[in-house]
T-cell receptor, first 114, second 115 residues
């Protein structure tokens, strides 16, 4: 049972435009969400996180939106740069229940075209 | 951010041998570390949670006798793949947190190939 889903395996965006990566989850106990960026043969790099008490968190070019009623979150990258090309994973955690494990989605490969 | 170092980055071993992977938190103490496995084009699957000074907690379906985890100090956790077989070939990644309510930082990962 995939509790965290990223339904788009890949996405191509022109440089300078907005990249929108989506993530859906099924477990209503999840209360903390993160986005990680991963290059081949490397470990994931933390990008941005959001707690369930918020619906938006912004850090530079990266903004994460959370829609709890829809159990959906998205990562917006504006403007997109060629260096953003990587695989992006969303992850969720149920901290309120005392569990600090992350459940990862399957990832979306973003390709930013110059 | 905090630095987590994982070694080796790549290892090739013969079937039936054991391989040890190290995960170190370089600039912080980590009471809890996590070990993940990633198959090609798939998600990061949590294998186990490593707790300093106590036994690791394994996820369902992960053989604890196959994947030995030791967290002997606040900065080092090791994963030993015992009697490795070709199906154990994968990308193994560790992560650690600086605190209970903080994001996790990941090591560089280890590409294990069993021949």
């Amino acid at each position: 049972d995939q509790q965290v889903k990223q339904n788009s395996p890949s996405l191509s965006v022109q440089e300078g435009r907005i990249s929108i990566l989506n993530c859906d989850y099924t477990n209503s106990m999840f209360d903390y969400f993160l986005w990680y960026k991963k290059y081949p043969a490397e470990g994931p790099t933390f990008l941005i996180s959001i707690s369930s008490i918020k619906d938006k968190n912004e850090d530079g070019r990266f903004t994460v939106f959370l829609n709890k009623s829809a159990k959906h979150l998205s990562l917006h990258i504006v403007p997109s740069q060629p260096g953003d090309s990587a695989v992006y994973f969303c992850a969720a955690s149920a901290r309120g229940s005392g569990t600090y494990k992350y459940i990862f989605g399957t990832g979306t490969r973003l390709k930013v075209l110059a | 951010g905090a630095v987590v170092s994982q070694h080796p980055s790549r290892v090739i071993c013969k079937s039936g041998t054991s391989v040890k992977i190290e995960c170190r938190s370089l600039d912080f103490q980590a009471t809890t570390m996590f070990w993940y496995r990633q198959f090609p084009k798939q998600s990061l699957m949590l294998m186990a949670t490593s707790n300093e000074g106590s036994k690791a907690t394994y996820e369902q379906g992960v053989e604890k006798d196959k994947f030995l985890i030791n967290h002997a100090s606040l900065t080092l956790s090791t994963l030993t793949v015992t009697s490795a077989h070709p199906e154990d070939s994968s990308f193994y990644i560790c992560s650690a947190r600086t605190g209970v309510n903080t994001e996790a930082f990941f090591g560089q990962g280890t590409r294990l190939t069993v021949v």
